[in-house]
């Protein structure tokens, strides 16, 4: 009996020493069994702002970002495609500590990182607030810290997180950072303006120009970041420029047009504003003239028919929504108040309209419907032709070959426009992040987009991209992926437009602009509070400084969608005044390349270096 007690006895608590000591030996015998054991990667989400071991790039984007070792003690992490090229002593546990391949006279590996500080929401007056600055693969890109408030924030509250603020293209050829004057930020303390330094860019040619202003810690750590991007910008803007026929062009300002639109489309030289106070109409060819159009108030969405002869606008209080059918011919000369599609409208959010066979087809989602209308050349009045039922709300809707597609509920579903049967085009056993779609709470589904089949494989199956908020998938009508690859935003988009061969992903203040053909990124333009109001011509709305501008994303390949701006408006005719068309700039203009360059070296001088 005393033998069982004192196996059953508790055995006496362990030193602090004893236990480190175990601790030791754990993990001197886990890297034993791990030291020549190849790594465990598998694809994961990374919270937080992370460098690739093997190149030193950023894993860009908010989810599934690159590969991590499972194996204990190993923190390895590495991008997908640098998985494929580790040597053989990288691909052991553990890694050795051997420096990252970095090219950064290609662009290539991050250059400099560090902590420094923004103007709050409101300005500087409203105080500063500390965010990570990195240069990397000839980008700066500003990373917040989660505040913890806002439910797409993605991160523990305190931690940096990995969905960039403000992206910046190096590789612009005016991207200039400079110290400040108690004349460029007023509200500044005293104190603070030896610290505070400004990066401008933008401002070439006819593309709006933004600044933006950081405080470092100290007089010399600000000479430092002056110092630094300025010798990696005059580097990058030697660097081949990607996707020269896609800029942004600015069309006017808050001083032509006071009103915000909600939404825009252009017809020949014409351009439609959806407004809060309704409809208008700018036209161009008279000094850029601007009339209202129809007796609509509270416009959400505008969609111009193929042909352009007709559009539709949806408007009302949200809820109650109604639609109207206008003639491009009359509406634009103000004869035409459009004709109502009815009650049946009523509530309709969503427009969308496309060639089907022979048939012109304008769709209208309303609740869980989507309702179908015929519209014909010689009738005022358009028909209707069907509905099709979703299972919940309909998101975004469109039409693709020879059906519609649907966004709903974290999915998106083709339907035929002849019998109406519906096709999930995301299989949940052969998209990935579909089965585990728990793990992605803000994942929302925005655009679907047919893509053109290779001209020399007519057996080449149909291909859709599927764009989310965080993230793209390719797949066939059957919803099987057929590519491996994912597009990743390096931030939360909230719209996208196509311009084959190029996908533009709309993030709050900047576009990102991918190559679907190589699935790589080729220029970030950075647009303050960037809304895209026309998928269809790129027009978008954007903040410089204070200031509402409505620029553009002009394609050189597609001439026709080119706005012939007037070199004088009407006002100026009016009131006699000689000046061309007024450009909104920031303190600071544009430069010749030759400029520019003694520019950055004057600011680096003054900086200490």
């Given at each position: 009996d005393k033998d069982k007690?004192?196996d ?12 480190s ?9 886990s ?8 790594h ?14 093997f190149?030193?790039s950023?894993?860009?984007?908010t989810?599934?970002q690159?590969?991590r ?5 190993c ?12 040597s ?10 051997a420096?990252?391949?970095?090219h950064?006279e ?7 990182e560090g ?8 300005g500087?007056?409203?105080?500063w607030e500390?965010?990570?600055?990195a240069?990397?693969?000839a980008?700066?890109s500003i990373?917040e810290?989660c ?5 797409e924030?993605?991160g523990e509250p305190g931690?940096i997180m ?5 992206i910046v293209?190096l590789?612009e050829s005016?991207?200039?950072?400079a ?5 460029d ?5 005293e ?11 933008g401002g070439?040619d006819?593309s709006?120009?933004?600044?933006v ?5 100290s ?10 991007i ?14 020269p026929e896609?800029?942004p062009?600015q069309?006017?300002d808050?001083?032509r047009f ?10 020949n030289?014409?351009?439609?504003l ?6 208008f ?13 129809g ?24 809820g109650?929504?109604?639609?109207r ?12 108040d459009?004709?109502?599609l009815?009650?049946k ?5 969503l427009l969308?309209s496309g ?9 209208v ?5 989507v309702?179908l209308?015929t ?8 028909t ?7 299972p919940s709300?309909?998101?975004?809707i469109g ?12 999915t ?17 056993t052969?998209?990935p992040f579909?089965r ?8 929302q589904?925005?655009r679907?987009?047919p ?5 020399d ?11 989310f908020?965080?993230?793209?998938v ?8 057929c590519?491996e ?15 084959y061969p190029?996908?533009?992903?709309f ?6 602009i991918?190559?679907l ?12 509070g960037?809304?895209l ?10 903040l410089s400084g ?7 994303l ?5 001439p026709?969608?080119?706005?012939i701006?007037?070199?004088r ?8 005044e000689?000046n061309?068309?007024?450009?909104f700039?920031?303190?600071?203009g544009?430069?010749?390349s030759?400029?520019h360059?003694?520019?950055?070296a ?5 900086a200490?270096?």
């Amino acid at each position: 009996d005393k033998d069982k007690d004192k196996d059953t006895a508790p055995s006496p608590p362990l030193s602090p020493r004893t236990q480190s000591r175990i601790r030791a030996n754990s993990r001197a015998a886990s890297a034993q069994v791990m030291s020549g054991c190849e790594h465990d990667l598998v694809l994961d989400t990374f919270l937080q702002p992370t460098k690739c071991r093997f190149c030193s790039s950023l894993m860009r984007g908010t989810m599934r970002q690159g590969y991590r070792c499972t194996h204990e003690g190993c923190n390895y992490y590495c991008h997908i495609t640098c998985a494929l090229l580790l040597s053989s002593s990288h691909r052991r546990c553990p890694a050795p500590d051997a420096k990252p391949r970095r090219h950064l006279e290609r662009g290539q590996g991050m250059a400099f990182e560090g902590l420094v500080c923004i103007p709050r929401a409101g300005g500087v007056r409203k105080g500063w607030e500390q965010v990570w600055l990195a240069v990397c693969d000839a980008y700066l890109s500003i990373h917040e810290r989660c505040d913890g408030k806002k439910k797409e924030r993605r991160g523990e509250p305190g931690q940096i997180m990995s969905a960039a603020r403000i992206i910046v293209d190096l590789r612009e050829s005016n991207v200039l950072a400079a110290a400040v004057t108690s004349a460029d930020v007023i509200h500044a303390s005293e104190q603070d303006i030896p610290n505070i330094f400004k990066i401008s860019y933008g401002g070439d040619d006819e593309s709006p120009q933004g600044e933006v202003l950081l405080k470092a810690d100290s007089p010399e750590d600000q000479a430092t970041w002056i110092a630094a991007i300025n010798t990696v910008s005059e580097g990058a803007s030697k660097l081949p420029r990607t996707v020269p026929e896609l800029s942004p062009v600015q069309l006017f300002d808050a001083s032509r047009f006071s009103k915000r639109a909600t939404c825009a489309e252009k017809i020949n030289n014409y351009l439609l504003l959806g407004t809060a106070q309704g409809l208008f109409v700018m036209d161009f060819r008279t000094g850029g003239r601007c009339t209202e159009v129809g007796d609509v108030k509270k416009v959400c969405e505008i969609s111009v028919l193929p042909g352009q002869q007709y559009f539709a606008v949806s408007y009302g209080k949200p809820g109650q929504q109604l639609v109207r059918l206008f003639s491009a011919h009359n509406a634009l000369r103000g004869a035409d108040d459009g004709t109502k599609l009815g009650e049946k409208t009523r509530g309709g959010h969503l427009l969308a309209s496309g060639l089907v066979g022979d048939s012109l087809l304008l769709g209208v989602a309303v609740k869980k419907k989507v309702l179908l209308f015929t519209v014909e050349l010689l009738k005022s009045t358009p028909t209707f032709y069907g509905e099709v039922t979703t299972p919940s709300p309909a998101l975004a809707i469109g039409f693709t070959h020879d059906a519609l597609w649907a966004a709903y509920d974290r999915t998106f579903t083709l339907y035929d426009t002849t019998s109406f049967r519906p096709y999930t085009l995301l299989s949940t056993t052969e998209v990935p992040f579909i089965r585990r779609l728990d793990l992605y709470p803000h994942l929302q589904p925005v655009r679907c987009f047919p893509l053109p089949r290779a001209q020399d494989d007519e057996t080449a199956l149909e291909e859709y991209m599927l764009c989310f908020t965080d993230v793209a998938v390719f797949v066939n009508r059957m919803g099987l992926q057929c590519r491996e690859s994912e597009l990743k935003w390096a931030a939360p988009a909230t719209d996208f437009a196509l311009r084959y061969p190029y996908l533009l992903a709309f993030c709050e203040h900047f576009v990102e602009i991918f190559n679907l053909d190589s699935g790589a990124v080729e220029r970030f333009v950075a647009l303050e509070g960037v809304t895209l109001l026309s998928r269809r011509v790129g027009i978008v709305s954007l903040l410089s400084g204070d200031l509402l501008l409505y620029a553009y994303l002009r394609d050189e390949r597609d001439p026709a969608q080119h706005f012939i701006l007037p070199t004088r408006w009407e006002e100026e005719e009016r009131a006699g005044e000689p000046n061309l068309l007024r450009r909104f700039t920031m303190s600071i203009g544009r430069r010749s390349s030759a400029a520019h360059s003694a520019a950055a070296a004057a600011a680096t001088a003054a900086a200490g270096g």
